[in-house]
């Protein structure tokens, strides 16, 4: 199934392996320098779309094949009034794509809970469910809201059979209150879906799930009237 990988004097035969190594080195050193210089790290931000209001940015996650996604949107409503859409997760099945089920497992504390959601996967993939921990508090600014989700096994909600059980490794509403009186929403989204679904598919759910949730967030957020 694998191949040897050749040696340096195999892939050089005219130079040499000392020259070659010479080479190589050079190209290392060449490729961090490029890598320190703006606009070459891999962990930079890269906008991948810019519609309707909404913007989505992608970048590497180091150690990770599965890319992290940014959201940022603006809504007509104070911070106060998108968390409380946020808060009411038994609304979430009717602005978050596929969710079918959404409901609290435990309440932790005033400002954190456990919860479940269960999507309904397109045939022929399995059903995911995720349950993670829900913590909202306060910025260093007193303009900023954090609303953030993380993945935490309980024995509240164990696996199920023919449901695969997903890992939500980062998902953040940060909303910013402008001097507008509107707010300034990014949306941080890192999951594994798991199961047999390849890395290259996950990210093209991860480029577009933010602006999916972004836009029916704010649909949903004008629709209510808060």
Same mark, same amino acid.
């Given at each position: !199934?694998? %191949? ?11 130079? $040499? ?13 060449? $490729? ?6 703006? @606009? ?9 779309? #810019?519609?309707? $209001? ?8 180091? @150690?990770?094949?599965? *890319? !992290?996604?940014? @959201? *940022? ?54 059903? %995911? ?19 953030? !989700? ?12 023919? =449901?695969?059980? @997903?890992?939500?490794?980062?998902? %953040? ?18 999951? #594994? ?10 990210? =093209?759910?991860? %480029? ?16 209510? $009237?808060?």
């Amino acid at each position: !199934m694998y %191949r040897r990988l050749p040696t340096l004097a195999e892939f050089y035969p005219k130079c $040499g392996a000392d020259r070659a190594l010479k080479s190589s080195l050079g190209s290392l050193v060449l $490729g961090l320098l490029l890598a320190l210089l703006p @606009g070459h790290s891999a962990a930079d931000w890269v906008e991948v779309k #810019d519609s309707e $209001g909404i913007k989505i940015y992608t970048r590497e996650v180091p @150690g990770a094949a599965i *890319i !992290m996604a940014k @959201g *940022i949107v603006t809504i007509d409503a104070s911070p106060e009034a998108i968390l409380r859409v946020l808060d009411n997760n038994s609304e979430h099945p009717k602005w978050i794509p596929y969710l079918q089920e959404s409901r609290q497992l435990q309440a932790i504390s005033d400002t954190q809970r456990l919860e479940y959601n269960l999507f309904d996967a397109p045939w022929p993939a399995s059903h %995911r469910d995720f349950v993670f921990r829900v913590h909202a508090v306060p910025g260093n600014d007193k303009n900023i809201l954090l609303y953030s !989700m993380r993945s935490e096994s309980s024995p509240l909600m164990p696996e199920q059979e023919n =449901i695969v059980r @997903g890992t939500l490794h980062e998902s %953040r509403f940060k909303l910013t209150r402008l001097p507008s009186g509107e707010t300034e929403v990014e949306l941080l989204f890192q999951a #594994d879906p798991k199961g047999w679904i390849p890395n290259w598919i996950t990210n =093209i759910v991860q %480029r577009a799930w933010p602006y999916k949730v972004l836009e029916g967030l704010r649909e949903q957020v004008l629709s209510s $009237g808060q």
